[in-house]
């Protein structure tokens, strides 16, 4: 929204979701802003990003949906990690940690 | 995996549930931004309407998730049908044209394809036919020799373990009928029947009653696996010996005699000789051939119908067709090379000067009626059926150019249409797709119109076919039941239809939704489509052209043809005369006969001259000829030359004027050793000089004559006379080169008696009341020689192949025709901003008009002129069948031209007369 934010590299996404509801299950909005927050309101994601990504990932098998109740009473539907979307996320993570390590250390001043 | 297709069906089967889980998800965020921006200090009508612009569209989003899903592509799939069929249906003109042009493409193809199979690629009419297989010799020269002698199939059947059966099929002869109660009249049933009336039959008349009868051996229906209908097949040899047996045919049982269950069982008389009918065989059983003959009778019996040939023990007369059933686990390459090893022993038992008598190796192939494998067949032949088939394809080519120009104009119209839907959310790819699937609609709707209609075609067709021919001709058999392999090739033709014309405009029509460039420009035409619009044009113009002056030229011969003077009267009527073999007729009876009926035809009325000779119709036989009395041998002939015998009266008969010299000297005894030449022989053989007083050898040695033929070998021959050239039905019009010898008395009965009478209609009714009177039992055929001609292959086979070729010239045209139309109605369309600008700048109307036909007629040009190309092509490979017309006829490239540009014309104008009304003001307006 503000000109703190900055735009999310492509498939990113998917690791920021999986590695949010690691935390335990959450409804989308929750995850949104979670993500927001926990990245100093760096991070904004788009609802045109976020269900779609989250129907993929159900998809895939990574995570899985059912209805709950929110904390206001209200009907939700809640994400929550699948055992192989756990193992996803430990391989995501790992790549992850690889990619921008190599890629600091190019950067980084001689 | 598992979670990925439960996801799928759940999509799929609970469509309305996933559809309102959706729903709540997202308005259960989309509430919780709005609580979050309350709680945050905003009112909650400034909130909401933050909330909104930070959602973006939702359904764009409910889109993705859908996609996402992958609810999408089934789901997706039946939503383009839907829409689809909606919009083939709102834009009923439309569908109709495209799904007609289509059909009429695909079912062009159709018809094409299933004769092919019907005709080359057909199985023997046998209970497991795969296990047949036909049998020939590769011969010497090259040749396959289909046609075995009956001694050699008995070598071949008595030595061959690879089969579990041989069998031989001798073909068809014409047998006199009688003794059957009532009579079908031959003349009428031949002036009914479609070939009749087509002139495909001779329309000679005859005072008997014939029946087709197939001659096979006696195993034939037990190894072909083949249960009569009614009764019994074949006794074995012995029995049938002792009482002569035919089996008839279900068809000709009910043709001629109308199903009666009593016939079982009677006697009839083949050619004479009793048979008893023992068995019916099946309807439309039609064996190893195409048709189905009246009756069945078994080689062992063939000597009592022609006791004068020896077919059974002839070794050089090459009459059967032999197929055979493998035995149980034996390969056709196997059983091929048992037989390779006998066709060493076979060829030891011929005259070693025949083509038999050389080595040759064995060949086998698939049992079909078509007596060469496909592969072998003359490369005339494959490059006809080749061209053929280019042309049919061609068709369908033309046919979706001209869907897709359709379309391609349609595409503009919905231009609007796919802008909103892009604006709404779809992708790109979405659009294509839901494109693509109309297309493909419209290809299926087009296979299945196309597939009943060429159904319906082909039935007619069968059952034209099968009631073509009159009944003492047998049953041509033209199975059209639609298989599987038919319906594939329809099916997989119609959808690849939709897809192929169907991309092309998909992905106009979206890039005209999506690009800018072309929205900033919509008042004139993309000149890329364009060009690919005046391609289609100019190749359906010269393919269509090409098909067109080939029909033209093919009948403008066969009318030629017949026109031609010929040089003898053609109202001469042809009298042959069939003694039935045996010993009843011999050559002093059939002498005695002969000059009693010449006798008695000269009281008729009318009748101004007889002559015994053959008629100039069909040919004669050819001789080397040699000059100054030296023998004819291959160093010392001075030409092939036609010969025929001929009474001193005949030149006076037929009306051949003699040029100079003298006729032969009427009959006394031995005929004089003179000859009298044609006009062109005589020019052949001495070139500017008198051949009066000449004398010329003739050798007959190594060319085709009869066993009792008179051969001219022998004896120098003076030249007494030069007589105008005559022309029969040959194609090269060899026949001119004649020489004319002196017919002896004794050999009279041979000939035809040809007939010169004054009006031949009154004439040859009275003939067989005149036979009948003489001799009962003669046989005779009746046939002025221009019918004799109308029938011959000179005029028959260009006829014929004209009436194939022009149908699919013609749909060539009109598709054209449409094509041209279609397109012209675009570029109005596309161009009638710049109509506009030309008119409000004052260009007068039959300017724009001008400037409109200019456009469209250049790709017409350049299709005729690539057309005439074409044409001169083809008519250099029909140079042969061509009669009496040089290469180019200028004729049929004219006006057949000249025809074209008028319809091409016509096609363009009337679109273009609506860019002349354009009004200025609203076409600049519209912007």
């Known amino acids: 929204m503000s000109g703190q934010t900055v735009d999310l590299p492509q498939g990113t996404l998917d690791l920021l979701i999986l590695r949010t509801l690691a935390l335990g299950p959450q409804h989308g909005w929750a995850v949104s802003e979670r993500i927001h927050q926990v990245s100093s309101k760096v991070l904004q994601v788009r609802q045109g990003s976020l269900y779609p990504a989250l129907h993929r990932l159900e998809r895939a098998g990574w995570i899985k949906a059912h209805w709950g109740t929110s904390e206001n009473n209200r009907r939700a539907k809640y994400y929550e990690l699948t055992r192989s979307g756990r193992k996803q996320l430990a391989a995501d993570q790992n790549e992850w940690r690889k990619l921008t390590a190599a890629v600091d250390q190019i950067l980084a001043p001689s | 995996m598992v979670s990925d297709l439960l996801m799928r069906l759940r999509a799929l089967l609970q469509r309305k549930a996933v559809e309102s889980e959706l729903d709540d998800e997202l308005r259960f965020h989309f509430d919780q931004q709005v609580d979050k921006l309350v709680h945050s200090g905003l009112p909650p009508a400034e909130a909401r309407r933050r909330a909104r612009l930070v959602f973006g569209g939702s359904d764009q989003i409910k889109e993705e998730c859908r996609e996402a899903r992958g609810i999408h592509f089934l789901e997706t799939c039946a939503q383009d049908i839907r829409y689809g069929i909606r919009m083939l249906y709102r834009n009923a003109g439309f569908t109709i044209v495209a799904v007609l042009t289509l059909a009429l493409g695909i079912g062009v193809n159709v018809v094409a394809f299933t004769t092919f199979k019907v005709f080359f690629d057909r199985p023997l009419d046998a209970r497991d036919p795969g296990k047949m297989v036909n049998l020939a010799l590769v011969l010497h020269s090259g040749d396959v020799g289909a046609r075995f002698s009956y001694p050699d199939y008995e070598a071949l059947r008595d030595r061959l373990h690879s089969f579990r059966g041989l069998i031989a099929s001798n073909g068809d002869t014409s047998l006199t009928l009688s003794g059957a109660g009532g009579s079908v009249s031959q003349k009428s049933s031949a002036d009914g029947s479609l070939a009749g009336k087509l002139g495909l039959l001779s329309s000679s008349s005859s005072n008997k009653e014939f029946a087709a009868t197939r001659i096979v051996s006696e195993n034939y229906f037990s190894v072909l696996g083949i249960a009569p209908l009614r009764g019994r097949i074949f006794g074995d040899v012995a029995e049938l010996a002792a009482s002569p047996e035919v089996l008839i045919s279900e068809n000709y049982w009910q043709r001629r005699f109308g199903g009666d269950p009593a016939l079982l069982g009677q006697t009839i008389r083949l050619n004479g000789v009793a048979f008893t009918i023992v068995g019916i065989t099946p309807h439309d059983f039609a064996g190893t051939d195409f048709d189905v003959p009246d009756f069945w009778l078994p080689l062992s019996l063939e000597p009592l119908l022609h006791p004068d040939s020896h077919l059974l023990s002839d070794r050089e ?334 030149f006076q008969t037929l009306g051949i004027p003699l040029l100079f010299g003298r006729k032969f000297q009427s009959p006394a005894g031995q005929p004089e050793p003179s000859v009298i030449l044609s006009e062109s022989a005589a020019k052949r053989l001495w070139p500017g000089e008198n051949p009066i007083g000449g004398s010329l050898r003739l050798g007959t040695d190594g060319q085709f004559h009869r066993k009792n033929d008179l051969v001219p070998d022998g004896p120098p021959y003076q030249v007494i006379g030069v007589t105008g050239d005559t022309r029969g039905a040959t194609f090269d019009g060899s026949d001119s080169y004649l020489v004319y010898l002196q017919l002896p008395e004794d050999r009279l009965q041979d000939y035809p008696i040809l007939v010169r009478t004054a009006d031949p209609k009154q004439f040859m009714p009275a003939i067989h009341p005149l036979i009948s009177s003489i001799d009962p039992d003669l046989e005779v055929d009746s046939e002025t020689f221009e019918e004799m001609l109308r029938v011959s292959a000179t005029f028959f086979l260009p006829s014929s192949a004209a009436a194939i070729a022009s149908p699919v010239g013609l749909i060539g045209l009109l598709l054209a025709a449409m094509g041209i139309y279609g397109t012209v109605s675009y570029i109005v369309v596309l161009r009638t901003r710049e109509v506009g600008i030309r008119m409000a700048l004052g260009a007068p109307k039959r300017a724009i008009l001008g400037l409109m036909l200019q456009q469209c007629m250049r790709p017409v040009l350049a299709g005729l002129l690539a057309g005439m190309f074409l044409a001169v092509g083809a008519s250099y490979l029909l140079r042969g069948a061509l009669h009496g017309l040089h290469t180019v006829d200028g004729i049929s490239f004219a006006g057949v031209s000249f025809l074209f540009a008028a319809v091409a014309l016509l096609a363009a104008y009337l679109p273009s007369r609506r860019a002349m009304d354009v009004d200025p003001m609203v076409a600049l307006r519209y912007e």
Request: hydrophobic share 50%; with cysteine.
């Open chain 2, 317 to 650: 007369t090459h009459s059967c067709r032999l197929f055979a059933r493998l035995a149980p686990g034996v390969r056709i390459d196997q059983a091929q090379a048992e037989m390779n090893l006998l066709a060493g022993h076979l060829t030891a038992l011929h005259d070693t000067h025949s083509d038999w008598g050389k080595p040759a190796t064995a060949l086998l192939w698939p049992g079909s009626p078509f007596p060469i494998p496909l592969n072998r067949l003359r490369a005339e032949a494959k490059y006809g059926a080749l061209l053929i088939m280019l042309a049919v394809g061609m068709v369908l080519v033309i046919a979706c150019a001209n869907v897709a120009s359709l379309q391609l104009a349609r595409a503009t119209s919905r231009k609007s249409e796919m802008s909103m839907r892009l604006s709404l959310g779809a992708s790109r790819r979405r659009l294509v797709r839901q494109l693509l699937t109309e297309n493909a609609l419209l290809g299926l709707l087009a296979g299945a119109v196309a597939l009943l209609c060429s159904w319906i075609l082909m039935k007619a067709l069968a059952s034209v076919v099968a009631e073509a021919f009159p009944v003492q001709y047998g049953t041509v058999i033209f199975h059209v039941t639609p298989d599987l392999g038919i319906f594939a090739y329809v099916f997989a033709i119609s959808l690849a239809a939709g897809i192929l014309f169907g991309l092309a405009p998909a992905l106009e029509s979206s890039r005209t939704a999506v690009s800018p460039a072309l929205k900033a420009n919509p008042g004139t035409s993309p000149a890329r489509s364009r060009r690919l619009h005046n391609v289609f044009i100019a190749a359906q113009v010269a393919v269509a052209l090409a098909l067109m002056i080939a029909a033209s030229m093919l009948l403008h011969s066969s009318i030629h043809a017949f026109q031609v003077d010929r040089g003898y009267d053609k109202q001469v009527v042809d009298l042959t005369l069939k003694f039935a073999e045996g010993p009843k007729y011999t050559a002093d009876r059939k002498g005695a006969l002969v000059r009693e009926l010449r006798t008695r035809l000269a009281a008729m009325p009318g009748v101004a001259a007889i002559t015994n000779a053959n008629a100039p119709v069909y040919g004669y036989r050819q001789a080397a000829v040699s000059l100054n009395g030296e023998v004819p041998l291959a160093q010392s002939q001075r030409a092939f030359i036609d010969y025929t015998y001929v009474q001193a009266n005949y």
